[in-house]
Structures are given as C-alpha cells and as structure tokens.
C-alpha cells in the first residue's frame, strides 16, 4: 500500500501543476511505472486538451512499449469513458495494453461515474480503487460541489485590520484603505485563478473601482460577476458592460436569496470566489452559500469608522504569514470531504 501512495501522492502533484486552468474540467494526474520506475507523466492543463492519461501514453519511449502489460497506470480521477471534446481515456487505455490501473477517486460526473472502471475491469484489466481518495477529494472538490449541487463551489475571503474592520472612513480619502502587503495581494490573485471566477458587490465595485483581475500571478483573466440588490444606474450599467462584468440582480417578485441561488445554478462555474463587502458575504453565509472561506487579518489598526467584517461562529486556523499579515481558514463541517 505504501508504493501505491508513493505514486499515486505524486499522481496528485501532477494534477496541481493545472490548478487555475482546467475549469470546467477536474485536476488529473497520471504517470505509468514499470518495476518501480516511472516510464511516463503527464496531467491536464486546459479544457478542451488532452487529459492526463493521453498526455502519459504520448510520453512513452518506443523500447517501453513492450513493457505495457506489466506496467501500472496511476491516475488521480477515474479515466473518462464517454467522447467530448477529446476521446475516451479507457479506451486509449485498454488499446495501450497496460495490466493495472490505480485510480484515487471514482469521477462523480454521471457521464463518467463508474463506466469507466467498468469498461476496464471487463476487458480484464486489474484496477484498483480508493488510494488517497480523500486527498483526491479536497483536490478536486469544487468540481466535486458542482456536481453534487449544480452550482460553483463557494469561497468567501475577506481581509480585515486588527479591529476587525475591512475598511476606513472614506471622507477625505480616495479609493480603499489598504490592509495588506504585497504577499497577501499575490495569494488573492492566485486564489481568484483556482477558483475560476470572481464575484463582487456592486457597492464595493462602485466605491473601489474594483478590476478583480489575476494580474499578479500568470494566467488566463477569469470571468467576473457584479452583485446588485437594486438596478445600476445607466452609466454603472454601461461602465459593466465595457469592462466585461456579468450583473446578477433579482427578478421581480424574487428575494435577494432566490435570485442568488439561481444566478449560481445558472452561472455554469465549477468554483466561485466571493469579495464583495460585508453585506453581501452575509447574504451568502445567511443563505447557505458557502463551501470554503478564507480572511486576511493584519496586526495594524485603520482609522477608526469604517465598516466591519461578518461575524460568524466559525473555529479560524491560521494557514500562512507575511509581515503582519495572517491568512487564516476557516473549519467548515462541508469541508470534511
């Protein structure tokens, strides 16, 4: 068992190195071992691309051909078994003649879910399901979430001085009120990239002149959604459209919550990271809309007069440090996948 964690733990760093650019796909590692020696790697790195198995079987040298039927596939996700954009892998699988396959966790996805391993143990090849299954889980879970609930899983983060304020006093002061440092900045942007999409209130759009880009890290922009609970004026709604936001609004005779929940079924993201003020990540923990969060919480104080983070009842782990700023997560009981 520990050989096949050995592998398969480095399956699933495989499939990190796509972080922030597979959506809507899964996270996929996979890599092809003979006797202990890895013969092949590879991993999914967009939509619409090969997937990782593809990526491992195109990776083989001509003299380890032969070696297939002794061979063993580890892969972080059960190997698709349905044409989309690229073919089935366990029919590339099967064709290649590898002997075993070690798959992490079984592919939720009712196109895939548990054909695919079946088509594989039927042409009787050996597989071998479950090794590092929670770690696949908590790798993959805001594909997980989206197809569970038919909408993106939900991050909250917010970042807050050491008075719990998220922001100061605006008379006499253009624009927000910094809290953290660069670092922090840096993991913002990079939690905006794993998350996929971006959604805001429109108050702090309008206060803030929010881009919500991922300019500090490398990557693809993200699409953006804007929150409002009342309509934009003309000249709001004509800035939106020019910089690319999608506004979410209720309908008539819908509740703030109602149109919430189905502007995120509608959406079609598989994760969403919510930045908006402390109303509108209220509205989200009052309505059930949260699956992950996250808050900045730096040691400086702002001016006082500003407004305050939600308060919520949640245990807080501290998960980094830069200067005086502490990233902290929160313990979520929808966490434990």
Same mark, same amino acid.
């Given at each position: 068992?520990?050989?096949?964690?050995?592998?398969?733990?480095?399956? =699933?760093?495989?499939?990190?190195? %796509?972080? /922030?650019?597979?959506?809507?796909?899964?996270? @996929?590692?996979?890599?092809?071992?003979?006797?202990?020696?890895?013969?092949?790697?590879?991993?999914?790195?967009?939509?619409?691309?090969?997937?990782?198995?593809?990526?491992?079987?195109?990776?083989?040298?001509?003299?380890?051909?032969?070696?297939?039927?002794?061979?063993?596939?580890? @892969?972080?996700?059960?190997?698709?078994?349905?044409?989309?954009?690229?073919?089935?892998?366990?029919?590339?699988?099967?064709?290649?003649?590898?002997?075993?396959?070690?798959?992490?966790?079984?592919?939720?996805?009712?196109?895939?879910? !548990?054909? &695919?391993?079946?088509?594989?143990?039927? #042409? %009787?090849?050996?597989?071998?399901?479950?090794?590092?299954?929670?770690? #696949?889980?908590?790798?993959?879970? +805001?594909?997980?979430?989206?197809?569970?609930?038919? +909408?993106?899983?939900?991050?909250?983060?917010?970042?807050?001085?050491?008075?719990?304020?998220?922001?100061?006093?605006?008379?006499?002061?253009?624009?927000?009120?910094?809290?953290?440092?660069?670092?922090?900045? @840096?993991?913002?942007?990079?939690?905006?990239?794993?998350?996929?999409?971006?959604? @805001?209130?429109?108050?702090?759009?309008?206060?803030?002149?929010?881009?919500?880009?991922?300019?500090?890290?490398?990557?693809?922009?993200?699409?953006?959604? =804007?929150?409002?609970?009342?309509?934009?004026?003309?000249?709001?709604?004509?800035?939106?459209?020019?910089?690319?936001?999608?506004?979410?609004?209720?309908?008539?005779?819908?509740?703030?919550?109602?149109?919430?929940?189905?502007?995120?079924?509608?959406? &079609?993201?598989?994760?969403?990271?919510?930045?908006? !003020?402390?109303?509108?990540?209220?509205?989200?923990?009052?309505?059930?809309?949260?699956?992950?969060?996250?808050?900045?919480?730096?040691?400086? #104080?702002?001016?006082? /007069?500003?407004?305050?983070?939600?308060?919520?009842?949640?245990?807080?782990?501290? +998960?980094?440090?830069?200067?005086?700023?502490?990233?902290?997560?929160?313990?979520?009981?929808?966490?434990?996948?």
């Amino acid at each position: 068992m520990q050989r096949e964690e050995y592998f398969m733990r480095r399956a =699933l760093d495989l499939a990190a190195q %796509g972080s /922030g650019f597979t959506q809507p796909n899964p996270l @996929v590692g996979a890599l092809i071992v003979h006797n202990d020696r890895i013969l092949a790697e590879g991993y999914h790195h967009r939509a619409g691309e090969a997937h990782a198995e593809i990526m491992a079987l195109n990776q083989l040298q001509a003299e380890d051909l032969s070696l297939l039927p002794e061979s063993t596939l580890y @892969v972080s996700l059960e190997p698709c078994s349905h044409q989309g954009r690229t073919g089935p892998c366990s029919l590339a699988i099967l064709n290649s003649g590898i002997g075993t396959i070690v798959v992490a966790h079984q592919d939720p996805n009712p196109l895939v879910s !548990g054909r &695919g391993l079946a088509m594989l143990r039927d #042409a %009787g090849r050996k597989v071998i399901l479950g090794t590092l299954a929670k770690e #696949a889980a908590v790798q993959n879970r +805001r594909f997980f979430t989206s197809i569970a609930l038919g +909408r993106p899983h939900t991050t909250l983060k917010w970042a807050q001085d050491a008075l719990g304020q998220v922001d100061g006093p605006r008379q006499n002061h253009p624009g927000p009120w910094p809290i953290t440092g660069r670092e922090a900045q @840096v993991w913002t942007h990079r939690l905006r990239q794993e998350c996929g999409s971006l959604l @805001v209130g429109a108050g702090t759009w309008l206060a803030d002149a929010t881009r919500g880009g991922v300019r500090a890290v490398a990557g693809p922009e993200i699409p953006r959604y =804007l929150w409002a609970e009342r309509p934009l004026n003309a000249i709001d709604q004509e800035r939106a459209n020019r910089e690319g936001w999608t506004l979410w609004s209720p309908r008539e005779g819908e509740t703030s919550g109602e149109a919430l929940g189905r502007s995120l079924r509608e959406c &079609g993201q598989v994760g969403l990271l919510v930045e908006g !003020g402390p109303r509108t990540l209220q509205l989200f923990m009052d309505h059930g809309f949260c699956d992950e969060a996250y808050r900045l919480v730096s040691r400086k #104080a702002l001016p006082e /007069g500003g407004g305050f983070a939600p308060t919520t009842s949640w245990d807080w782990e501290p +998960r980094a440090k830069w200067g005086s700023d502490e990233l902290q997560q929160a313990r979520l009981p929808k966490l434990a996948l």
